[in-house]
């Protein structure tokens, strides 16, 4: 179908209407925000909190005592990611692959948890996790006294806990797509399961992998209240340490730096992921969800 | 006195110059436990009508009626800290004048500026410690108390040394706010399963190292944590000084490992037995003994902080008359007295402590000895903006 | 066509199989069991008779009761009903607009598109909750003294002031989901099957009529997929709601959370558990409704199928 030179112009009046809202909405509540913390961060802190105008590279050479804090959140990160890694995708394939009827309810129920409050489950955390809950019994079958709340342990049961589903969601849409045929023939040339696994399955839902990858990730590393509920203070993330520099010790500039280098670290490891992904031979989009 | 002058006082006392006594005496820190005498029950400086039981109950519309022909409207927000008022009180408060008091509890001194220099937090009365009013005056975030709106509060009643801590600036009689309570910073522990004697923040501090480990708190707060950090050392609880601050921070990271918990959330861990030892405030120390006598409030011997809260209005509030209403209500001595049964700290009001019932009044934790108190000292107000032991407290955090 | 393998060989991948099978059930039941005992927990604990959550002493459903009737409770949960259903619509609205014009767009404006989507999924909570407030402190503060002299020049009376509040939550919450949105719909719309769209246009179908006749059906998955995100995402919100909210109008997150601080009682558990009793029943239905409907719609098929069968050669 051709378009006349009105048409054209009516088709492009018609694409920007069609992308002026979000456009409107991300320039206001996202790029100008993000242009206050980057202004921000060059400048310095008043006497009592806040933002004084100023131009300095202070804050950003002040960055490394806050890695700590920032390697914590990697290392929980890169550990909670695999672990749900490890946890879901055999559900997921199960899921998938086995469930037969029952699969669209059991996929439902992983989601059914989100519907209660996150706050009210990780606090159901404190409860089974203190000690009236789990240590009470290691230690009535003799395993004695076991700390198991305000541990990294705790943080890292916390997290897997919540964001499980975000992992199991796009492995279940990935390897629901896969074509039987393609397992029932590799079954068929006689190759066995884990190297059907290995050659057949693993490779076709890479994109959910990725997806899945990315989901936990990222927000693991802004996270700060699984640290704050079950970590008690003593585990600390880099989101722990944005929520200090700016409601505690009020240190706005400084607090926008890290901020500004959070966001960065995350992308560059965003788009380190979906190249090194796609590099498996796909050339279609990788979408997130 | 001025900073100025309590800086050279302070060195002197550093220096050696004069013994802590003297120090104490002199810079007003001391007068601590002077203060503290006139205020306990059973001094010259209460009334002399004080019924031996207690005039309490719940306060009613005999005991305070809303201003006539003022528009209260509908709402009024109260940030303030946790476990701090009686609902009862807030309760009354709505039935008496049909406005509905929405609670905003609180961390830390430090969290509510930072909302405050954020701005927009809508917030209408609040209630900050004694050492914020230099900062909250000086950037304008209070409003100056108009006392003909408070007919029920006579300032003379009250403490003049706690008092003080809320003029701005000092000496001017202008007064920001006035007194809920005071109190101090100790630690409470379980003597069902602590059985070493516990008297000084340095047991404190080398039992979590040692007997207890894992099972101490310490608050999530760098005036009081880093503070009696401090005091372990024998240092003064408001110290600023780059060395000292350095040995404090060498504790609290050695000691780090060994909390159960960096919080001031501690009655849960403490109810749940998670935690044995925790460093505590008066009203929580009082209230955790009432429901669980085997927990005993400590003041370190070593020193401490002793503390105000005050009632205040913010600045450019909405809801203005409501306010001040609201602080009218807490002036009448029998609704701080019913108040206090709930919270379970110290009053200020001398007619407020005359309402109290004996045994309130002979409660030690929340009426502790003066002798108690003579080493506790006041948190200046330069450490609610000090730059060394904000980053002191953060670098504490992340380790 | 397949080539076999031998018999014997197929049987052994078949029983290893079934013990594969049930160490995947295994593996199932587990983790739903690791899903659900915290909220079997919280359920539990609704029921308390004591005051405190964390020690059970006996049944009772005063909590509910106690729920029910708190202003301050349901008010929250309203709100956070309100500012769930407010960005659901807004983020399905605009995210699906934005994906399909950005079908239509040239490279680099996708690019540059996709690389602030990108940012903005990524960004952490905290990071946006802080940035945003400062911007609507300042937006505001610049904002509302302008309309006060608009509307005083006008002599239209009291200016209206504008704060913070469910808006500025809505408005929060929507970037995030919107980004959200229009990545599923452009996923989708890249699957798509474009013979379709294209047969539409050669029977003389009006663009409008192709998109909402053709397009949008095939799109309907992934539109509801995210408004359902969409919805859960800003309901279960905390870090960002607890920034950008107004004084006075919590959401059901904010509620709790200041309720941990001022001591968890079992009434917040009796919210959470009607909330996911609310939940779960309309999944239930809407499940029984769609099994209805497919069925109904695999008879028809079965139907046609018979006739097909009768007709063809």
Same mark, same amino acid.
């Given at each position: 179908?051709?378009?006349?030179?009105?048409?054209?112009?009516?088709?492009?009046?018609?694409?920007?209407?069609?992308?002026?809202?979000?456009?409107?909405?991300?320039?206001?509540?996202?790029?100008?925000?993000?242009?206050?913390?980057?202004?921000?961060?060059?400048?310095?802190?008043?006497?009592?909190?806040?933002?004084?105008?100023?131009?300095?590279?202070?804050?950003?050479?002040?960055?490394?005592?806050?890695?700590?804090?920032?390697?914590?959140?990697?290392?929980?990160?890169?550990?909670?990611? *695999?672990?749900?890694?490890?946890?879901?995708?055999?559900?997921?394939?199960?899921?998938?692959?086995?469930?037969?009827?029952?699969?669209?309810?059991?996929?439902?129920?992983?989601?059914?948890?989100?519907?209660?409050?996150?706050?009210?489950?990780?606090?159901?955390?404190?409860?089974?996790?203190?000690?009236?809950?789990?240590?009470?019994?290691?230690?009535?079958?003799?395993?004695?006294?076991?700390?198991?709340?305000?541990?990294?342990?705790?943080?890292?049961?916390?997290?897997?806990?919540?964001?499980?589903?975000?992992?199991?969601?796009?492995?279940?849409?990935?390897?629901?797509?896969?074509?039987?045929?393609?397992?029932?023939?590799?079954?068929?040339?006689?190759?066995?399961?884990?190297?059907?696994?290995?050659?057949?399955?693993?490779?076709?839902?890479?994109?959910?992998?990725?997806?899945?990858?990315?989901?936990?990730? *990222?927000?693991?590393?802004?996270?700060? *209240? *699984?640290?704050?509920?079950?970590?008690?203070?003593?585990?600390?993330?880099?989101?722990?340490?944005?929520?200090?520099?700016?409601?505690?010790?009020?240190?706005?500039?400084?607090?926008?730096?890290?901020?500004?280098?959070?966001?960065?670290?995350?992308?560059?490891?965003?788009?380190?992921?979906?190249?090194?992904?796609?590099?498996?031979?796909?050339?279609?989009?990788?979408?997130?969800? | 006195?001025?900073?100025?002058?309590?800086?050279?006082?302070?060195?002197?006392?550093?220096?050696?110059?004069?013994?802590?006594?003297?120090?104490?005496?002199?810079?007003?820190?001391?007068?601590?436990?002077?203060?503290?005498?006139?205020?306990?029950?059973?001094?010259?400086?209460?009334?002399?009508?004080?019924?031996?039981?207690?005039? /309490?109950?719940?306060?009613?519309?005999?005991?305070?009626?809303?201003?006539?022909?003022?528009?209260?409207?509908?709402?009024?927000?109260?940030?303030?800290?946790?476990?701090?008022?009686?609902?009862?009180?807030?309760?009354?408060?709505?039935?008496?004048?049909?406005?509905?008091?929405?609670?905003?509890?609180?961390?830390?001194?430090?969290?509510?500026?930072?909302?405050?220099?954020?701005? /927009?937090? /809508?917030?209408?009365?609040?209630?900050?410690?004694? !050492?914020?009013?230099?900062?909250?005056?000086?950037?304008?975030?209070?409003?100056?108390?108009?006392?003909?709106?408070?007919?029920?509060?006579?300032?003379?009643?009250?403490?003049?040394?706690?008092?003080?801590?809320?003029?701005?600036?000092?000496?001017?009689?202008?007064?920001?706010?006035?007194?809920?309570?005071?109190?101090?910073?100790?630690?409470?522990?379980?003597?069902?399963?602590?059985?070493?004697?516990?008297?000084?923040?340095?047991?404190?501090?080398?039992?979590?190292?040692?007997?207890?480990?894992?099972?101490?708190?310490?608050?999530?707060?760098?005036?009081?944590?880093?503070?009696?950090?401090?005091?372990?050392?024998? !240092?003064?609880?408001?110290?600023?000084?780059?060395?000292?601050?350095?040995?404090?921070?060498?504790?609290?990271?050695?000691?780090?490992?060994?909390?159960?918990?960096?919080?001031?959330? !501690?009655?849960?861990?403490?109810?749940?037995?998670?935690?044995?030892?925790?460093?505590?405030?008066?009203?929580?120390?009082?209230?955790?003994?009432?429901?669980?006598?085997?927990?005993?409030?400590?003041?370190?011997?070593?020193? /401490?902080?002793?503390?105000?809260?005050? !009632?205040?209005?913010?600045?450019?509030?909405?809801?203005?008359?409501?306010?001040?209403?609201?602080?009218?209500?807490?002036?009448?001595?029998?609704?701080?007295?019913?108040?206090?049964?709930?919270?379970?700290?110290?009053?200020?009001?001398?007619?407020?402590?005359?309402?109290?019932?004996?045994?309130?009044?002979?409660?030690?934790?929340?009426?502790?000895?003066?002798?108690?108190?003579?080493?506790?000292?006041?948190?200046?107000?330069?450490?609610?903006?000090?730059?060394?032991?904000?980053?002191?407290?953060?670098?504490?955090?992340?380790? | 066509?397949?080539?076999?393998?031998?018999?014997?060989?197929?049987?052994?991948?078949?029983?290893?199989? =079934?013990?594969?099978?049930?160490?995947?059930?295994?593996?199932?039941?587990?983790?739903?069991?690791?899903?659900?005992?915290?909220?079997?927990?919280?359920?539990?604990?609704?029921?308390?008779?004591?005051?405190?959550?964390?020690?059970?002493?006996?049944?009772?459903?005063?909590?509910?009761?106690?729920?029910?009737?708190?202003?301050?409770?349901?008010?929250?949960?309203?709100?956070?009903?309100?500012?769930?259903?407010?960005?659901?619509?807004?983020?399905?609205?605009?995210?699906?607009?934005?994906?399909?014009?950005?079908?239509?767009? =040239?490279?680099?404006?996708?690019?540059?598109?996709?690389?602030?989507?990108?940012?903005?999924?990524?960004?952490?909570?905290?990071?946006?909750?802080?940035?945003?407030?400062?911007?609507?402190?300042?937006?505001?503060?610049?904002?509302?003294?302008?309309?006060?002299?608009?509307? =005083?020049?006008?002599?239209?009376?009291?200016?209206?002031?504008?704060?913070?509040?469910?808006?500025?939550?809505?408005?929060?919450?929507?970037?995030?989901?919107?980004?959200?949105?229009?990545?599923?719909?452009?996923?989708?719309?890249?699957?798509?099957?474009? =013979?379709?769209?294209?047969?539409?246009?050669?029977?003389?179908?009006?663009?409008?009529?192709?998109?909402?006749?053709?397009?949008?059906?095939?799109?309907?998955?992934?539109?509801?997929?995210?408004?359902?995100?969409?919805?859960?995402?800003?309901?279960?919100?905390?870090?960002?709601?607890?920034?950008?909210?107004?004084?006075?109008?919590?959401?059901?997150?904010?509620?709790?959370?200041?309720?941990?601080?001022?001591?968890?009682?079992?009434?917040?558990?009796?919210?959470?558990?009607?909330?996911?009793?609310?939940?779960?029943?309309?999944?239930?239905?809407?499940?029984?409704?769609?099994?209805?409907?497919?069925?109904?719609?695999?008879?028809?098929?079965?139907?046609?199928?018979?006739?097909?069968?009768?007709?063809?050669?």
């Amino acid at each position: 179908m051709t378009r006349t030179g009105t048409g054209r112009w009516r088709s492009t009046f018609a694409t920007v209407l069609l992308l002026l809202p979000s456009a409107t909405w991300y320039a206001l509540l996202l790029l100008v925000p993000l242009v206050i913390l980057f202004v921000f961060s060059f400048g310095g802190r008043a006497p009592e909190g806040g933002y004084l105008p100023d131009f300095t590279f202070a804050n950003y050479r002040e960055l490394p005592t806050r890695s700590t804090a920032f390697i914590n959140a990697l290392w929980m990160a890169t550990g909670g990611t *695999i672990l749900c890694l490890l946890v879901g995708f055999p559900l997921a394939y199960y899921l998938a692959t086995r469930a037969g009827a029952g699969r669209t309810l059991l996929l439902v129920l992983v989601i059914v948890p989100f519907w209660t409050s996150f706050l009210i489950r990780t606090y159901a955390w404190l409860t089974i996790l203190g000690n009236n809950g789990i240590p009470a019994w290691l230690d009535a079958l003799g395993f004695g006294h076991v700390v198991l709340l305000n541990t990294p342990f705790a943080v890292l049961l916390g997290i897997v806990y919540n964001y499980l589903p975000l992992m199991v969601f796009p492995l279940y849409v990935s390897l629901e797509r896969l074509d039987k045929r393609l397992l029932e023939a590799s079954k068929d040339l006689g190759a066995g399961r884990w190297a059907t696994f290995r050659q057949v399955t693993l490779p076709l839902c890479s994109a959910g992998l990725l997806s899945g990858v990315i989901l936990v990730f *990222i927000p693991i590393m802004g996270e700060y *209240i *699984i640290p704050a509920l079950l970590g008690g203070g003593k585990v600390f993330f880099i989101g722990n340490a944005l929520v200090d520099l700016f409601l505690q010790s009020r240190n706005w500039p400084f607090g926008s730096a890290a901020a500004i280098v959070l966001i960065l670290v995350i992308l560059a490891a965003v788009t380190v992921y979906l190249r090194v992904g796609s590099r498996g031979g796909q050339t279609r989009e990788i979408s997130l969800l | 006195m001025d900073r100025a002058q309590f800086q050279n006082l302070y060195d002197d006392f550093r220096l050696g110059r004069i013994d802590r006594r003297t120090f104490l005496k002199a810079s007003g820190l001391g007068m601590a436990a002077a203060i503290i005498a006139a205020c306990t029950p059973g001094s010259s400086a209460a009334p002399s009508a004080a019924p031996s039981a207690a005039a /309490g109950g719940e306060p009613t519309s005999a005991d305070w009626s809303p201003p006539k022909g003022v528009d209260l409207g509908k709402t009024l927000y109260i940030t303030t800290w946790p476990n701090y008022h009686n609902p009862r009180t807030i309760e009354i408060f709505t039935e008496l004048t049909g406005v509905k008091v929405e609670l905003n509890p609180l961390g830390s001194n430090e969290e509510m500026l930072a909302k405050l220099l954020i701005g /927009g937090t /809508g917030w209408d009365v609040l209630v900050p410690t004694n !050492y914020t009013f230099e900062t909250y005056g000086s950037k304008g975030l209070l409003e100056q108390l108009d006392t003909a709106k408070l007919p029920n509060l006579d300032l003379s009643r009250y403490d003049q040394k706690l008092l003080a801590n809320s003029e701005y600036p000092k000496g001017s009689g202008h007064h920001y706010g006035f007194n809920k309570d005071w109190g101090t910073t100790g630690f409470t522990y379980n003597k069902k399963h602590v059985t070493k004697p516990m008297t000084s923040w340095k047991d404190f501090f080398d039992l979590a190292q040692t007997d207890y480990s894992g099972k101490v708190t310490i608050h999530d707060y760098q005036l009081t944590s880093i503070g009696n950090a401090l005091v372990y050392y024998g !240092y003064s609880f408001n110290s600023v000084d780059a060395a000292e601050l350095a040995k404090a921070e060498e504790l609290l990271i050695k000691v780090k490992p060994h909390l159960f918990a960096i919080t001031s959330d !501690y009655q849960p861990p403490m109810r749940a037995e998670d935690a044995w030892v925790a460093m505590t405030w008066t009203n929580d120390g009082a209230q955790l003994h009432a429901d669980i006598p085997d927990i005993e409030y400590v003041i370190g011997s070593d020193g /401490g902080e002793i503390w105000s809260d005050f !009632y205040a209005v913010v600045a450019g509030t909405e809801h203005r008359e409501a306010a001040y209403a609201f602080l009218d209500f807490m002036a009448v001595p029998k609704v701080q007295a019913f108040d206090a049964s709930f919270h379970k700290a110290p009053l200020v009001d001398s007619a407020g402590i005359a309402l109290q019932s004996d045994e309130v009044r002979g409660n030690k934790i929340t009426y502790p000895d003066a002798a108690q108190l003579s080493k506790l000292e006041f948190g200046t107000a330069e450490l609610l903006t000090n730059e060394a032991r904000a980053e002191v407290w953060a670098r504490f955090k992340s380790a | 066509m397949t080539v076999p393998a031998a018999a014997p060989q197929r049987a052994a991948i078949d029983r290893a199989g =079934s013990w594969v099978d049930r160490g995947f059930r295994l593996q199932a039941a587990v983790l739903y069991l690791f899903l659900y005992v915290p909220i079997g927990l919280v359920v539990l604990f609704s029921f308390n008779a004591g005051d405190r959550t964390g020690e059970l002493r006996g049944l009772s459903l005063r909590w509910y009761q106690r729920a029910l009737e708190d202003p301050f409770a349901m008010g929250a949960l309203q709100n956070s009903l309100i500012v769930g259903a407010w960005t659901a619509l807004i983020a399905t609205t605009f995210g699906t607009l934005a994906a399909l014009a950005l079908q239509r767009t =040239s490279r680099s404006v996708r690019a540059v598109f996709d690389a602030i989507t990108y940012v903005a999924i990524i960004i952490p909570g905290i990071v946006i909750g802080i940035a945003t407030l400062i911007f609507f402190v300042n937006a505001f503060g610049w904002l509302n003294p302008q309309l006060a002299a608009v509307w =005083s020049a006008a002599g239209l009376g009291a200016p209206p002031t504008i704060g913070t509040g469910l808006h500025t939550i809505i408005a929060a919450h929507a970037l995030f989901t919107m980004a959200i949105v229009s990545v599923l719909v452009r996923a989708r719309l890249a699957g798509m099957d474009r =013979s379709l769209t294209e047969a539409s246009f050669d029977l003389f179908a009006s663009p409008f009529r192709t998109f909402v006749q053709v397009t949008l059906p095939q799109l309907r998955p992934a539109i509801i997929t995210g408004a359902l995100l969409a919805f859960t995402f800003s309901f279960d919100d905390y870090v960002i709601a607890s920034f950008v909210a107004g004084p006075g109008k919590p959401t059901l997150p904010m509620y709790v959370f200041s309720s941990i601080r001022r001591g968890i009682t079992p009434e917040i558990n009796a919210i959470a558990s009607m909330v996911l009793t609310v939940t779960v029943t309309m999944l239930i239905v809407v499940g029984l409704i769609y099994r209805r409907s497919s069925r109904i719609t695999a008879a028809q098929r079965a139907a046609e199928g018979a006739d097909a069968e009768v007709t063809a050669p």
